[in-house]
């Protein structure tokens, strides 16, 4: 069963506008982390933000938070004054925390994020 | 600070050829490596991980195997490639034993075409 769903397949944000990324998730672990990672046309992947199941805070990293809301299992990305750079495909992730998990991330399908000037 | 490496960049090699993909961490000991693959347009599938020397776990079973030789070497292989072994394979690392907060940290892929 898909354990990650991102509905957006793609989306146009106009430059210096903020974007939501919505992430659902799905699980019966009470310990768990959900990951945000941008990729680039370039193909790596780079880590952008972290929340855990059990702060009470929602995550924040310069330009980007994460509205948690735990009761939805919802985890969506906000991208604040959007830049050109921004372009890419975003994916979330979730890593359960029980031991057979063994640390494994699991990703969602991507939302493609095309900034326009 | 830590760094991976992952090797070749672009890779085109013909059907039921073999394949050797090379990543290396640094600055680290003892990391958790993973090899993730994605096909175009597609999130990330895990095909193996490993939480030590010479301890590989496989997700997927599929004619690609791995190997750790060393503490900080991980190693996708393959036999003879088929054509959908195509895609884009990402190595990565995390730190042991941090739970579920601890993220991954990934090389820069390698992009394999299989003709």
């Known amino acids: 069963a898909q354990k990650i769903t991102q509905t957006q397949p793609g989306m146009f944000v106009q430059e210096k506008e903020a974007v939501t990324l919505d992430c659902t998730y799905d699980t019966s672990d009470p310990s768990y982390g959900l990951f945000w990672y941008k990729q680039p046309s370039s193909g790596e992947m780079i880590f952008l933000i972290y929340q855990g199941s059990y702060d009470q805070q929602n995550a924040t990293e310069g330009r980007y938070s994460l509205n948690f809301q735990k009761a939805r299992k919802s985890a969506n990305l906000v991208i604040s004054a959007s830049q050109l750079g921004d372009s890419a495909m975003y994916f979330c992730?979730?890593?359960?925390?029980?031991?057979?998990?063994?640390?494994?991330?699991?990703f969602g399908a991507g939302t493609q994020v095309v900034v326009t000037p | 600070s830590q760094t991976i490496h992952q090797w070749p960049a672009t890779l085109v090699q013909p059907v039921g050829s073999p394949l050797s993909l090379e990543c290396t961490v640094e600055?680290?000991?003892?990391?958790?490596l993973y090899w993730y693959r994605q096909a175009a347009g597609r999130g990330l599938q895990l095909l193996f991980y490993s939480v030590g020397i010479g301890q590989i776990s496989s997700e997927v079973p599929q004619n690609l195997s791995a190997s750790r030789p060393q503490d900080r070497q991980f190693i996708l292989s393959s036999k003879k490639l088929l054509l959908s072994d195509s895609g884009f394979y990402l190595c990565a690392w995390s730190h042991p034993g941090e739970g579920a907060g601890s993220p991954l940290h990934f090389g820069n892929g390698t992009r394999l075409t299989v003709t």
């Open positions: 992730a979730m890593r359960e925390g029980r031991e057979d998990s063994w640390g494994k991330l699991q």
């Open positions: 600055g680290t000991s003892n990391p958790n």
